[in-house]
């Protein structure tokens, strides 16, 4: 049985960066435990399940010749549809291409992302979050190899504010100074939203150098794996950040960030560099936590979670990730310290 429910495996799911795969070059990576080989000619990019048709051979140990993925055991040839093309030595009669195929999954990049769909369930195109695209705005990836823990987790590590006052205890927020806010979570049937209303920026010395003014962020779920965070002033954005969980395996995923911030204030390669600079440590506490987190549920073979009165968003990000539907509705107000 699929560690994932169908809503995961039915979905579109990003699997690596353009700039990570050059003309020319094969990589695997895994999605949902499937293997996959990834590959770019120049007619695109193909996406096959790692598996040689003919012997079972990973496909992504091979490499490409004359436009095609070639398998290094006896050198079948596969196109990025599938088709093989070629099977050396021999003649391929009418037909062959498709009977000896490799499966080929459909393959689409977006704003420098490569996107993958394991099921014909899912949708035409991938949903893309607002803003992903918007010309208006300076865009950077971030990309840091693949998690211990579980997509889910990190799903819900980002929806939650509650710990970034302790676990990051100086980066983000302060533990020894909170600051008071209104939280309102707002369910909009297929996606959860949650709004922290304050009054000046957090105590963190990140938020101290990069923003000047703050009203309200919000962190939007938008199932599976994506959540966006949206910081705003008393006018506009000062910071969008879209991550996106790729589940690897059942205790691994491959978490990806897009960082997307109004052009004009400061060149983008400087906001790059600032955002980078408190990005790692803080990325770090996570990564750390996650697989903490995660060692122990392996140990005890199951996760059991208490819901504090900090864990407002209840089974929601849950019920969502399996593809249900939330009545639409906001919640009342909380007020608390973060
Ligand atoms: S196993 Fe791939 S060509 Fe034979
Ligand atoms: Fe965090």
Excluded at 40 to 68: I, K, W
Excluded at 142 to 159: H, K, L
Excluded at 195 to 210: F, K, N, Y
Excluded at 252 to 276: D, E, V, Y
Aim: with cysteine; aromatic share 8%; net charge positive.
């Amino acid at each position: 049985m699929s560690a994932f429910p169908d809503a995961v495996r039915n979905a579109w799911h990003l699997v690596a960066l353009s700039r990570d795969l050059g003309p020319g070059q094969v990589r695997k990576v895994m999605l949902c435990d499937t293997p996959l080989a990834l590959f770019r000619t120049a007619d695109g990019v193909g996406a096959l399940v790692d598996r040689c048709p003919h012997r079972n051979y990973p496909l992504s140990e091979g490499r490409l010749r004359d436009g095609a993925l070639e398998c290094p055991y006896h050198g079948w040839r596969f196109a990025t549809d599938g088709t093989c093309v070629e099977v050396p030595g021999c003649a391929l009669a009418a037909g062959d291409g498709q009977r000896l195929s490799a499966q080929a999954l459909r393959v689409v990049e977006r704003h420098g992302g490569i996107f993958v769909a394991l099921s014909d369930k899912a949708p035409a195109e991938p949903p893309l979050p607002p803003d992903f695209g918007n010309p208006q705005l300076d865009h950077f990836w971030w990309q840091q190899g693949t998690w211990q823990g579980r997509a889910f987790d990190a799903v819900e590590n980002v929806m939650d504010p509650f710990h970034t006052g302790h676990l990051h205890h100086g980066f983000i927020r302060r533990r020894d100074k909170r600051r008071k806010v209104q939280l309102v979570v707002a369910s909009h049937g297929d996606s959860l939203a949650m709004t922290i209303h304050q009054d000046a920026p957090d105590h963190g010395i990140m938020s101290r150098v990069l923003e000047r003014e703050r009203t309200r962020s919000v962190s939007t779920y938008y199932p599976p794996c994506t959540v966006q965070a949206r910081w705003e002033g008393e006018k506009r954005l000062t910071l969008c950040v879209t991550a996106i969980f790729t589940p690897a395996t059942a205790g691994s995923f491959t978490p990806f960030a897009r960082f997307s911030t109004p052009k004009g204030l400061a060149p983008g390669w400087l906001k790059q560099a600032a955002i980078r600079l408190f990005l790692d440590p803080v990325v770090a506490q996570d990564r750390r936590a996650l697989a903490k987190q995660h060692a122990v549920m392996e140990h005890f073979g199951h996760p059991r979670f208490a819901t504090g009165p900090g864990d407002l968003l209840g089974d929601r990000l849950y019920r969502l990730w399996k593809g249900e539907r939330l009545e639409p509705g906001e919640d009342p107000p909380v007020a608390a310290e973060l």
